[in-house]
Structures are given as structure tokens and as C-alpha cells.
């Protein structure tokens, strides 16, 4: 499995791409924004329903 995995690289070191402009990816990146509006959320009673344990309004973890 190896060796097919080698021969593969070597056929792609064989390939002439001195016309291909180097990238870090095959496609262009797009960041696709959302609005940033208010919307409908959990109260913070809602939010800790489930929550082992709290500290005020805050969830308390296990250290470490």
C-alpha cells in the first residue's frame, strides 16, 4: 500500500506546474456573514435548567 502511495506522489512530482500559482486551497475562500440581529434566546434560568451545578449566573466546571 505503500509503495502505490509513493508511485502516486511521483507521478504528481513528475507533473509540470510552473504555469499553476501556488494556494493553500484547491478553491477560493468565501466567508458567508449573517446578520447580527437580536433574536429570541434562552432566559438564564432556562439556560442552567440541566447545568450540575452553578455559581450565580455562571456554569461551574470541574477544575482541570
Excluded: M
Aim: glycine share 4%; no cysteine; proline share 9%.
Amino acid at each position: 500500500q505503500l509503495n502505490a502511495i509513493l508511485e502516486a506522489v511521483g507521478k504528481v512530482a513528475e507533473l509540470d506546474l510552473s504555469d499553476v500559482q501556488p494556494t493553500a486551497h484547491p478553491l477560493e475562500l468565501v466567508n458567508v456573514w449573517a446578520d447580527d440581529a437580536p433574536r429570541p434566546s434562552l432566559t438564564v434560568e432556562e439556560a442552567f435548567a440541566n447545568a450540575p451545578d452553578r455559581d450565580g449566573a455562571l456554569f461551574r466546571v470541574p477544575a482541570g
